[in-house]
Nanobody, 124 residues
Framework: QVQLVESGGGLVQAGGSLRLSCAAS????????MGWYRQAPGKQRELVAS???????NYADSVKGRFTISRDNAKNTVYLQMTSLKPEDTAVYYC??????????????????WGQGTLVTVSS
């Protein structure tokens, strides 16, 4: 069983900063992709940023230059540093881990895992 535990959400004024953290736990051999998605009220869940184990990062256009994703592969942890926050960044932020390789009796298999979500509210 693999779990993702997020922390760091909260209320911040526009222009402020927050740092989200997400730690994966369980019997994990490796994690290829870790990232952050968000879902605002009445909107679909969207990718915010992702990072591969090899260091490739990808960002939504709306957050480029303001958000930075980083990860500690040894700790199976991913971070999202958010700066210059805007009211439109208000959403529930979900951590995602994809291509999580876990052991099985016969070898290994791959999973995709989601965190429970953490609320980020940016006031104007």
């Amino acid at each position: 069983q693999v779990q993702l535990v997020e922390s760091g959400g909260g209320l911040v004024q526009a222009g402020g900063s927050l740092r989200l953290s997400c730690a994966a736990s369980g019997s994990i051999l490796s994690i290829n992709v870790m990232g952050w998605y968000r879902q605002a009220p009445g909107k679909q869940r969207e990718l915010v940023a992702s990072s591969t184990s090899g260091g490739y990062t990808n960002y939504a256009d709306s957050v480029k230059g303001r958000f930075t994703i980083s990860r500690d592969n040894a700790k199976n942890t991913v971070y999202l540093q958010m700066t210059s926050l805007k009211p439109e960044d208000t959403a529930v932020y979900y951590c995602n881990a994809n291509l999580v390789r876990v052991p099985t009796i016969s070898g290994y298999r791959y999973l995709e895992v989601w965190g429970q979500g953490t609320l980020v509210t940016v006031s104007s």
